[in-house]
């Protein structure tokens, strides 16, 4: 009997997965599957590395040589890149005036007080005079002992000189103010302590632990505290936004301060469409976005305000294809768009602890696709390489849909929805064979931008360990609190670095997390970025493929690909979709692969020596 192994092979955006089988007239019986992360742009040359990696490994798990592998049929990967950029909507400057919010551990004590700001070694100068009824902020630089400071601060207060607060700058806070003879609030671990203005006046903050602050985060309460006219208020009132819901904080006025506000050029992008053209500013929102494109018909082009943000962004996106495939930049088009809304971390000048304020913004996420291919170069470097003759096979939405339809109990006509990391691909497939598919941009990676870009963690494998793992706060060295509230308890102690944090519960692992966020918050974050990539994807692209655009059409959606091995997402999706009768559901691929492995699978299926019968 003729026998033939056969290796399919899926070049990703993000992941290369291969399918080893072993094919007669009879039978097809599949060998092996393994994954790794594709090495360059998909459909580039670039790709040959992992892919040849990955069919070694593959090789191995089946036990079989890599020379008895009689063809290789890879998928006709369109190159595309999908980009992502984020813009505000609006930008405040704080000029000349400065502030500090932030969380200490433990600053002292507690209240408001406002004074002139004055060096500590200053005070003992102080002129005791009669008349001087002004309030002091003591400023306490590191190189001064908290035994001495309290001291000092001691000696002053019982001749008259009225101390109103402090600004430490190490982390004794406490260990001063349990020192002090007449209490006052202190707020400690200010880093940049040198760039406090001295003789200025000054306004700190600090609230009882558990509480926050209430008087300085409050627009009114800073013109309260520096006798402000509505004017100054209207412009102190970012300094109050980018405090609210912090434990402590210094406000410190500058006589010249000045707020300056302005809007900062995200610029705007014409959609163009086959009769239609739009044009929207980026400064509009996500949702404008949105509907200016809905209006137009067929999308064929975007192009961005030259000199703006936007521009910038999207013509970086053609370049980098043009480079990459060796076409002009104008033979390149974006095939689609999505924007969503996003808070954007900004950091606020005069901040002196690194104080970050949240701007509201736009997330992008664009495609950018060639019109001829160069998968045909990719094929002919790997055959060259591992001697063994390639194929492109067929379209990757025609495969995916034949190894989705290796899940037990689907059948024609299906809907597959594809969820990557760049893009969220859809492909519907009649009785008569035919075949309707979409490309959109904006899936996994765009959830971890938005992830990292919200918690203002500057740290995206952090966000993307984030997206995929539930959450829990450590208790007690037994004890742990669950997303559900539920209390979970150790036999075995939890480890002392995640005693009273956040942490990601990861398989074998606790991951703390470096910020104060509660883990509602975080959870409520992580969901509403998965929401507003996926389920909006999930309709706009089911839309698509449904040739009346009614997706009340579609009876079953099996969904594919890394993103379907989410833990919220395909839930997300199947509650959104069942509002309109659909049935949907991760696939399982060959009954044993879950959403993983659809392409190559399909890639295998669809070789010549191809049989009917499917063992896995
Ligand atoms: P592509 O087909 O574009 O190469 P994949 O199908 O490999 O992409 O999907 C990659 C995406 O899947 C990434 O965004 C990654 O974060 C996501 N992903 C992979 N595993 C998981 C998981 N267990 N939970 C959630 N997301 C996951
Ligand atoms: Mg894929």
Redo the contacts with the bound molecule.
């Keep these: 009997m003729n026998k033939q192994i056969i290796a399919g092979i899926?070049?990703?955006?993000?992941?290369?997965?291969v399918a080893i089988a072993e094919i007669s007239e009879s039978e097809t019986k599949f060998l092996a599957q393994h994954?790794v992360p594709?090495t360059g742009v998909?459909g580039t040359i670039d790709n040959v590395k992992g892919v040849s990696i990955c069919l070694k490994k593959a090789v191995t798990k089946a036990g079989i040589d890599l020379s008895s592998i009689n063809q290789i049929r890879i998928n006709d990967a369109v190159p595309v890149i999908g980009d992502l950029a984020m813009d505000l909507i609006s930008e405040t400057i704080i000029t000349e005036s400065s502030m500090i919010g932030h969380n200490p551990d433990t600053p002292g004590g507690a209240g408001l007080g406002v004074g002139e700001t004055i060096l500590i070694d200053r005070l003992s100068q102080l002129s005791i005079d009669e008349e001087n009824t002004k309030e002091y902020i003591v400023v306490v630089p590191k190189d001064f002992d908290y035994e001495w400071v309290a001291f000092t601060i001691n000696k002053v207060v019982s001749r008259r000189v009225p101390i109103a607060g402090a600004i430490v700058q190490k982390d004794d806070g406490v260990l001063i103010h349990n020192r002090l003879d007449h209490k006052i609030p202190i707020v400690d671990e200010v880093s940049i302590i040198e760039k406090v203005p001295i003789g200025k006046l000054a306004a700190v903050e600090v609230a009882l632990p558990g509480h926050v602050i209430r008087m300085i985060s409050n627009p009114y309460g800073l013109s309260t505290v520096f006798s402000l006219n509505p004017d100054e208020t209207k412009q102190i009132a970012p300094v109050a936004k980018s405090l609210v819901g912090n434990r402590s904080a210094v406000v410190i006025r500058t006589p010249q301060g000045e707020i300056v506000e302005r809007k900062i050029e995200a610029g705007s992008i014409t959609l163009c469409g086959t009769s239609k053209h739009a044009q929207v500013s980026i400064n509009d929102g996500a949702q404008k976005i949105m509907e200016a494109y809905q209006k137009i018909d067929t999308l064929i082009d975007v192009r961005g305000e030259t000199g703006t943000n936007v521009g910038g962004m999207l013509n970086g996106l053609r370049q980098d294809l043009a480079d990459l495939t060796g076409q002009p930049a104008n033979e390149i088009y974006i095939t689609d768009l999505l924007a969503v809304d996003a808070g954007i971390p900004t950091s606020i000048s005069g901040a002196m602890a690194g104080e970050l304020s949240m701007e509201s913004g736009v997330a992008l996420a664009s495609m950018v696709k060639t019109e001829t291919t160069s998968i045909s170069k990719v094929a002919e470097l790997l055959e060259e390489e591992l001697s063994i003759p390639v194929e492109v096979g067929g379209v990757e939405a025609e495969m995916a849909i034949k190894g989705a339809l290796t899940t037990p109990g689907t059948e024609k006509p299906i809907v597959i929805l594809?969820?990557?990391?760049?893009?969220t691909d859809a492909a519907t497939i009649d009785e008569m064979g035919k075949i309707c598919t979409t490309h959109l941009a904006g899936?996994?990676?765009m959830?971890?931008m938005l992830i990292n870009s919200e918690l203002a963690l500057q740290d995206q494998e952090l966000a993307?360990k984030i997206?995929?793992y539930p959450l829990g706060k450590v208790l007690s060295l037994f004890h742990m609190q669950l997303e559900d509230g539920t209390i979970l308890f150790s036999e075995e102690p939890y480890p002392p670095y995640t005693f009273g944090k956040v942490v990601i519960r990861e398989e074998n692992d606790l991951t703390p997390l470096p910020i104060r966020e509660s883990i509602e918050k975080i959870r409520t974050i992580r969901r509403e970025s998965k929401r507003k990539v996926f389920v909006t994807n999930a309709l706009r692209s089911l839309e698509q493929v449904v040739p009346t655009k009614n997706i009340r059409h579609i009876s079953f959606v099996v969904m594919?690909?890394?993103?379907?091995?989410?833990?919220e997402?395909p839930q997300m999706i199947s509650d959104e979709l069942s509002k309109y009768g659909i049935v949907a559901g991760f696939a399982n691929i060959r009954g044993t692969e879950g959403p993983?492995n659809a392409?190559a699978t399909g890639l295998v299926l669809s070789s010549k020596v191809q049989s009917g019968a499917v063992h896995g």
């Design positions: 899926d070049i990703g955006n993000s992941s290369t997965e994954l594709t998909k594809d969820m990557g990391g760049g893009s899936a996994g990676d959830v971890t993307e997206k995929k594919l690909g890394g993103s379907a091995l989410d833990f997402i993983r392409v």
